[in-house]
């Protein structure tokens, strides 16, 4: 197998361009993607190769491309010559160069993806989005990165919607929906594509794909008998047949308490029998001598239970569930004791007290597994679980929800077992780690696959949806909330189907297929009609959710689009859903304001921030961190873009700066005092991108001035990513040289003037801009910003004074000895120790740790004793979960977490005598789903404990780079200079060539950046 693109008419000899065959093991096994040099239809066999490794029977895409693109793929395949025009030609003939001359190594194939990324952000096509998902595929293959098969999902749906003829886009289409999961919508692509494909080599492949779904089992449906779930069982012990006997005894009917214990110890013989669960036995042996101390207990027990399924986790329903399990005990009932503990246990944790919940479920579990209840044991493990989650310990937690999926798969509770996969996957998603919770989801839906048991499919399918859309692959999202349409045809459950149509609507109205929305909604509509005499409570909600998504379609009709939000907000307050309130709230607004209703819009936006602000210092705010970021970031937009609209560009600033989500960091100052803090000849740029535009303030010792640029946070995000790439792959053609000049022109031509004069520069951005290396963007002579002043980068304006670094104190870590079979992907660092010598030699009495001694004890030592702090090793940043973010050291301790400090261990020490870190790191950047607000978690956890400044690097760099850069930097630190102005000096060594041509590229010194308190 190969993917291969064969060639046509061109001044090049006639033949294929067939990509290195070691792609095809990466992979699926069946027939892989094509890749196609062009966007023609006609079809005929691949010209004969002479490598054993391709299949010579299978058929590709013949193509009549121009001759200009055959050589521009040349040309770009040869090192020595790059390419010199700025078109998405070029870029594209670039990445599909990058794939001609792929050698094998995985990370190679990130320099194809990221100069078809460049391609697509400067044209958008469907082969092009196409070329991008074959790239993205062949770097996900067997590494089981569910995350990045969604992300290949994503690319071809939109292909497919730009571009619904093609062969070559059906026939990736569907494979993508399979290798996802989506075994409804896989299957009818797959018969889409047999009925319209001309080449039968293509057909057959097809075919063969079809029937392996086909051969799958029949989806079941939803079981009638209630026995035959043995978590049925065991909750009708609990919930009806104990409180049943309890009453009985109590009243001193012992006729039908009798009867209550004969039904509790057939239920725990069928258990017993049938699934090897011992639990309600363990209940039997209770009950069965009459006891009216007994049966108090258990209805204070139940009291208990139902005050605490109630959701009212409270002091009251502690003390309840504490008295019942004291006299439990007593009375020597151990085992509804451990039942009436692990609900205190669940109290506990929803009151955020862990110790107390942590230590009680160690027991619960210890005991339950002596009397063989694994049932009790599973759900102690499972609140364990959710308990290490909430505290952060995500490897913990992610052992326990395995563990209690596997337990409850033993005994039979199969949506228990699916649920622990699911809880997994919400527990990482909370925390950020969006690509493991989407393998947690799509190891469920595969077990569900096995069993096709569409009754389990539809609820984990609208989570994976949720999480999809909001990290941004709204198309994917779309292909798994129509695979979850289907399933709720098969949940038994009324308003599943509804559910499933209204979010669909939503999704595709969020991607304007406005069409397909009103479609889906009036048939949501017409089931919700069934539900009023079904659910009332239910009803309601989905017709909220309804109404929302109908005032999505009408924002182009304000008029019509206000009663339904103003329908939507009453039913949130009323439910007390402080969650839900604050986006609606927000949306409103925007609607009064096209209605010219500024008073109304500002009483929404004020409503919107204090629910916002109020939700976020609550108890358990972390369950909800990603919705308030997403409603803090939208109610502070409106707020700034009102206040602009309005004139009033010091109620922007203001706002702006609350808006940075550091409030104990951020001065309430007024702008008048702003210049108090900021030096003669420096200048503060602070930058706001919003949904329709965006606005920079500068501030210097004469006063604070607004500029409003118009590029919308989007369009300015695409342009921000695609100077990345072109800096990270090294291409400073004349495709880099217009991206970098257009940056300059919008970002800091507006304020020429004041920038003139200055001779250092602080920078305060986030969302796109936080990202961006100022100091490589030109000006209209070809003068870097570096030339012209020093950059410091702050998250708010702060002190802007440039101070000394105390380098009395010195540590060094040199190249620690990390476990290769853990960071298989790391490299050795030939020059980590030669740089650690360098840079020790010019600091008198300096501290290096280096290689095996270079653990996570001695690093911390040396960390919290230290005024000047170097660390010459890899890193990796994990951009969606910054928390996640670690410094790879030596191998030491007995667990995984020994030979990594993560950026939330760091960002929890007392480094207030830390003045400066530099993080000569040579790690991998992890890939995320959505990369615009990424910021590295590492220094800004330096920054967080105390530190001084911390100088880092945007992406992954090159050991001989760092290292040249790094030493220059500390020969200027050495000799007294502040960090802005001594990294300002080593960069500018290298652009001159003074360390060599090579270094004078722009990669090689803007990668670093220094970051202030």
């Known amino acids: 197998m190969t993917v291969?693109?064969?060639?046509?008419?061109?001044?090049?000899?006639?033949?294929?361009?067939?990509?290195?065959?070691?792609?095809?093991?990466?992979?699926?096994?069946?027939?892989?993607?094509?890749?196609?040099?062009?966007?023609?239809?006609?079809?005929?066999?691949?010209?004969?190769?002479?490598?054993?490794?391709?299949?010579?029977?299978?058929?590709?895409?013949?193509?009549?491309?121009?001759?200009?693109?055959?050589?521009?793929?040349?040309?770009?395949?040869?090192?020595?010559?790059?390419?010199?025009?700025?078109?998405?030609?070029?870029?594209?003939?670039?990445?599909?160069?990058?794939?001609?001359t792929f050698k094998g190594d995985v990370n190679s194939l990130r320099a194809a993806e990221e100069h078809l990324e460049a391609a697509l952000a400067h044209e958008e096509t469907a082969g092009l989005r196409n070329d991008l998902a074959v790239v993205l595929m062949a770097s996900s293959h067997g590494q089981g990165n569910l995350a990045l098969s969604f992300t290949v999902l994503d690319h071809v749906e939109r292909a497919s919607w730009h571009d619904s003829g093609s062969s070559v886009i059906a026939f990736n289409r569907a494979l993508a929906l399979q290798n996802v999961h989506l075994v409804t919508e896989a299957a009818v692509a797959w018969k889409h594509f047999i009925a319209t494909e001309h080449d039968s080599g293509w057909r057959a492949e097809g075919t063969r794909h079809l029937d392996i779904l086909s051969r799958n089992p029949q989806p079941e449906t939803p079981a009638r008998d209630g026995a035959s779930d043995p978590q049925h069982v065991r909750e009708n012990v609990l919930d009806s047949v104990l409180l049943r006997w309890s009453a009985a005894i109590q009243r001193h009917d012992l006729i039908a308490a009798n009867q209550a214990a004969t039904d509790m110890a057939a239920a725990g013989r069928g258990l017993l029998a049938g699934w090897g669960d011992s639990s309600v036995t363990h209940l039997a042996h209770m009950v069965e001598v009459p006891s009216r101390e007994i049966a108090g207990a258990v209805a204070l027990f139940a009291r208990g239970a139902v005050r605490f399924r109630q959701q009212r986790y409270d002091r009251a329903t502690r003390d309840t569930l504490e008295e019942a399990a004291r006299r439990l005990r007593r009375l020597h009932a151990a085992s509804l004791a451990g039942w009436d503990e692990l609900l205190l246990a669940g109290t506990s944790?929803?009151?955020?007290?862990?110790?107390?919940?942590?230590?009680?479920?160690?027991?619960?579990?210890?005991?339950?597994?002596?009397?063989?209840?694994?049932?009790?044991?599973?759900?102690?493990?499972?609140?364990?679980?959710?308990?290490?989650?909430?505290?952060g310990h995500t490897a913990q937690a992610a052992d326990a929800f395995r563990a209690a999926a596997r337990q409850f798969a033993s005994i039979g509770e199969r949506a228990n077992s699916v649920g622990m996969r699911g809880q997994l996957a919400d527990a990482l998603y909370l925390m950020g780690q969006d690509e493991m919770a989407l393998d947690a989801r799509g190891e469920m839906l595969a077990v569900l696959d096995a069993r096709m048991d569409a009754r389990l499919r539809a609820g984990p399918l609208l989570e994976l949806a949720r999480q999809l859309e909001a990290t941004g692959l709204g198309a994917a999202a779309i292909a798994v909330l129509n695979e979850a349409v289907q399933s709720a045809e098969h949940t038994g459950r009324p308003g599943d189907r509804s559910e499933a149509l209204i979010r669909l609507a939503s999704a595709e109205a969020g991607e304007h297929e406005m069409r397909l929305a009103r479609v889906h909604l009036d048939s949501a509509t017409s089931l919700l009609r069934t539900l009023d005499s079904t659910s009332s409570a239910l009803a309601a909600r989905l017709h909220m959710e309804n109404q929302s998504a109908r005032a999505a379609l009408a924002a182009d009709s304000p008029s019509v689009a206000l009663p339904l939000l103003d329908a939507v907000a009453a039913y949130y307050a009323g439910q007390r859903i402080s969650t839900g309130r604050a986006p609606v709230l927000t949306r409103r607004a925007h609607v009064r304001l096209q209605l010219g209703d500024v008073r109304g819009a500002e009483s929404d936006l004020d409503s919107a921030l204090a629910t916002v602000e109020s939700l976020t210092v609550a108890p358990n705010a972390v369950t909800n961190r990603r919705a308030l970021t997403a409603a803090r970031r939208d109610v502070y937009g409106e707020r700034i873009e009102l206040a602009l609209m309005e004139g009033d560009s010091a109620g922007a600033y203001l706002m702006a700066q609350r808006a940075q989500g550091r409030p104990r960091e951020v001065p309430r100052v007024v702008p008048r005092v702003v210049p108090r803090v900021v030096p003669r000849e420096h200048l503060v740029l602070e930058y706001v991108a919003l949904p329709r535009e965006t606005v920079l303030w500068t501030t210097n010792a004469s006063g604070l001035h607004t500029y409003r640029v118009a590029i919308s946070a989007k369009r300015l995000g695409s342009l921000v990513r695609k100077a990345e790439i072109l800096i990270r792959t090294g291409d400073e053609s004349a495709a880099w040289d217009s991206t970098s000049r257009a940056l300059y022109q919008l970002l800091l031509a507006p304020s020429a003037a004041e920038l003139q004069f200055a001779s250092g520069v602080t920078i305060v951005a986030s969302?796109?801009?936080?990202?961006?290396?100022?100091?490589?963007?030109?000006?209209?002579?070809?003068?870097?910003?570096?030339?012209?002043?020093?950059?410091?980068?702050?998250?708010?304006?702060?002190?802007?004074?440039?101070?000394?670094?105390?380098?009395?104190?010195?540590?060094?870590?040199?190249?620690?000895?990390?476990?290769?079979?853990?960071?298989?992907?790391?490299?050795?660092?030939?020059?980590?120790?030669?740089?650690?010598?360098?840079?020790?030699?010019?600091?008198?009495?300096?501290?290096?740790?280096?290689?095996?001694?270079?653990?996570?004890?001695?690093?911390?030592?040396?960390?919290?004793?230290?005024?000047?702090?170097?660390?010459?090793?890899?890193?990796?940043?994990?951009?969606?979960?910054?928390?996640?973010?670690?410094?790879?050291?030596?191998?030491?301790?007995?667990?995984?977490?020994?030979?990594?400090?993560?950026?939330?261990?760091?960002?929890?020490?007392?480094?207030?005598?830390?003045?400066?870190?530099?993080?000569?790191?040579?790690?991998?950047?992890?890939?995320?789903?959505?990369?615009?607000?990424?910021?590295?978690?590492?220094?800004?956890?330096?920054?967080?404990?105390?530190?001084?400044?911390?100088?880092?690097?945007?992406?992954?760099?090159?050991?001989?780079?760092?290292?040249?850069?790094?030493?220059?930097?500390?020969?200027?630190?050495?000799?007294?200079?502040?960090?802005?102005?001594?990294?300002?000096?080593?960069?500018?060594?290298?652009?001159?060539?003074?360390?060599?041509?090579?270094?004078?590229?722009?990669?090689?010194?803007?990668?670093?950046?220094?970051?202030?308190?």
């Open 767 to 1013: 969302g796109p801009l936080g990202r961006l290396p100022f100091g490589a963007l030109r000006d209209e002579r070809g003068r870097y910003l570096i030339n012209r002043a020093s950059i410091t980068y702050r998250s708010s304006v702060g002190d802007a004074r440039e101070g000394a670094v105390n380098s009395r104190i010195v540590s060094i870590v040199a190249n620690p000895d990390f476990d290769r079979g853990r960071f298989p992907g790391l490299a050795p660092l030939r020059m980590a120790n030669e740089e650690a010598r360098v840079v020790g030699a010019l600091y008198p009495g300096a501290t290096i740790v280096a290689e095996r001694d270079a653990t996570k004890a001695a690093v911390l030592r040396l960390m919290q004793r230290a005024t000047t702090f170097h660390f010459a090793g890899h890193a990796q940043i994990v951009e969606q979960s910054p928390g996640q973010s670690h410094l790879v050291l030596a191998r030491g301790g007995n667990g995984p977490e020994d030979d990594v400090l993560t950026a939330h261990e760091i960002s929890t020490l007392d480094l207030h005598r830390l003045r400066l870190v530099v993080l000569s790191s040579c790690g991998t950047l992890q890939r995320g789903l959505s990369r615009d607000d990424a910021e590295n978690g590492l220094a800004r956890a330096f920054l967080d404990a105390g530190a001084g400044g911390a100088i880092s690097t945007l992406w992954t760099v090159i050991d001989d780079e760092s290292a040249a850069l790094t030493i220059a930097l500390h020969r200027h630190l050495a000799a007294g200079e502040p960090a802005a102005r001594a990294l300002r000096s080593a960069q500018l060594e290298l652009l001159s060539g003074a360390a060599g041509p090579a270094l004078r590229a722009v990669r090689a010194w803007s990668a670093f950046r220094y970051e202030a308190r």
């Open 349 to 391: 944790y929803y009151l955020a007290d862990y110790g107390a919940s942590t230590a009680s479920l160690t027991r619960i579990a210890r005991e339950a597994r002596l009397r063989n209840d694994v049932a009790l044991e599973a759900r102690s493990r499972w609140l364990s679980a959710l308990v290490a989650a909430r505290q």
């Open 4 to 100: 291969a693109a064969c060639g046509g008419q061109s001044s090049l000899p006639n033949r294929a361009f067939p990509l290195h065959s070691s792609i095809a093991s990466r992979l699926s096994e069946s027939r892989p993607f094509t890749m196609r040099l062009t966007g023609s239809e006609r079809w005929g066999p691949c010209p004969a190769r002479s490598s054993s490794q391709i299949d010579l029977g299978l058929t590709c895409p013949d193509y009549a491309p121009s001759s200009a693109l055959l050589e521009a793929a040349a040309t770009a395949a040869r090192p020595d010559r790059p390419p010199e025009s700025s078109t998405s030609d070029a870029l594209w003939a670039h990445g599909i160069a990058d794939l001609v």
